[in-house]
């Protein structure tokens, strides 16, 4: 079965700053897909970014970004230029290239300080 | 939008009731999920529906059915409540397509149920 960790259970940072998120994972398929989730205190779960193994260029969106080292297995999130609204929990995840289901890390807890 | 609504958002039961979640989309979405969230854990499958009436076991099913009688509509059933079912649970759905893994799950706001 694939896992997912993450390694950092809490994070900060200053605002307008940079920080990286870490996502490990395991797995023996060639092709898959890889997903970072936002969960914002009380509020609902929504997609930040999301990667194709296939894929070799690293999927940016706005502020958002990822290293993804396939060989490393890792596939880690950088927030550039942080704000208060980035205050949240972070989800790794995981699906494989067959299925429809999504393998999540523990969560990193990310505090963005003024 | 998706919308993906989940019938309370703060349920209190106690020990031995038989307990529903429910949990409607509005997108026509094939798949809905129901997940497990708890500190440190992250998010668990408990089960998966890919159609009307169809249902695949996730990773912890045990204590939970799930009834899908129509497309929008998926429910968790805790058949005798216990008190390490105490958590915050989490409803998804997302759209099939044939070769297209990068679809990503839409998820509700969450039922955090106590069991006292």
């Known amino acids: 079965a694939q896992t997912v960790t993450q390694s950092q259970p809490e994070m900060s940072v200053q605002e307008a700053e940079t920080v990286t998120l870490s996502c490990t994972y395991d797995?023996?398929?060639?092709?898959?897909?890889l997903f970072w989730y936002k969960q914002p205190p009380s509020r609902q779960m929504i997609l930040v970014i999301r990667?194709?193994?296939?894929?070799?260029q690293n999927a940016t969106e706005n502020r958002f970004s990822v290293n993804f080292q396939k060989a490393a297995k890792s596939f880690s999130l950088k927030i550039s230029d942080s704000q208060l609204g980035d205050t949240a929990m972070y989800f790794c995840?995981?699906?494989?290239?067959?299925?429809?289901?999504?393998?999540f890390g523990g969560g990193t807890r990310l505090m963005v300080k003024p | 939008d998706v919308k993906v609504t989940q019938s309370s958002r703060y349920l209190v039961k106690r020990t031995g009731e038989k307990v529903f979640l429910e949990c409607v989309q509005d997108?026509?979405?094939?798949?809905m999920f129901w997940y497990r969230q708890d500190p440190g854990l992250g998010l668990r499958l408990i089960y998966f529906?890919?159609?009307?009436?169809?249902?695949e076991k996730g990773d912890i099913p045990e204590g939970y059915s799930v009834s899908r009688e129509k497309k929008e509509r998926f429910s968790l059933i805790l058949e005798s409540a216990s008190t390490n079912q105490t958590s915050m649970y989490l409803c998804?759905?997302?759209?099939?397509?044939?070769?297209?893994?990068?679809?990503?799950?839409?998820f509700g706001d969450g039922t955090r149920l106590s069991i006292l």
């Open positions: 998804a759905s997302s759209l099939h397509r044939q070769g297209e893994g990068n679809q990503p799950q839409h």
């Open positions: 797995t023996s398929e060639n092709n898959y897909y």
């Open positions: 990667q194709e193994a296939y894929k070799q």
């Open positions: 995840a995981y699906r494989g290239n067959a299925g429809n289901m999504l393998t």
């Open positions: 997108m026509d979405h094939e798949n």
């Open positions: 529906s890919y159609d009307v009436k169809m249902k």
